[in-house]
């Protein structure tokens, strides 16, 4: 009987630890986000071309890593300078092989999120390029240490103090 009492016990304490915390969602061994309990209750998590999760309110975050290869990019590109491409900080390069890509998908993130609500975040792990219209936002989470790949997070239903303070405070950078 004892030896089932032990681990029954320290299964309901782990369980009570855990319950009041955070759930990690791994991106990659760089990226993660810590997803507060409120937020997990009654959540759905699931993977399609992004790791999502849908809240029992009906919120949702979505994230992935991208590189050079997912983008069809050159090799010798800097994955750090993607964002800043692609929301205009830089021009684009007339000889990069995929401007065309670039300049569609600045339209549309310009058309879902607003260019011009542009907003840059700097620690001293990471940068990030944030963009909000309404209750939608994207971000962009760059690595200062990290060159393989950054991370794409977007969010529908949360405001933009709301999201701003995720990518602060939860979405973690390894160094």
Not at 67 to 76: H, I, R, V
């Amino acid at each position: 009987m004892r030896k089932l009492l032990i681990p029954a016990l320290a299964l309901m304490l782990l369980t009570s630890c855990a319950s009041r915390g955070t759930t990690a969602l791994f991106f990659s061994p760089t990226f993660r986000a810590n997803i507060p309990e409120s937020e997990m209750i009654g959540g759905t998590i699931f993977q399609s071309e992004e790791l999502s999760l849908k809240t029992a309110a009906g919120r949702s975050i979505s994230g992935k890593t991208i590189s050079n290869a997912t983008e069809e990019l050159p090799g010798d590109f800097d994955i750090h300078e993607y964002p800043k491409y692609l929301l205009g900080v830089l021009e684009i390069p007339a000889n990069l092989p995929s401007s065309k890509n670039f300049s569609s998908s600045r339209m549309e993130i310009d058309h879902t999120y607003g260019i011009e609500n542009l907003r840059i975040l700097e620690d001293s792990r990471s940068i990030s390029y944030l963009l909000c219209r309404s209750e939608s936002c994207l971000a962009f989470v760059v690595s200062r240490s990290f060159h393989d790949h950054i991370l794409t997070i977007h969010s529908d239903g949360y405001s933009e103090a709301e999201f701003t303070s995720f990518i602060r405070g939860n979405v973690d950078v390894k160094r």
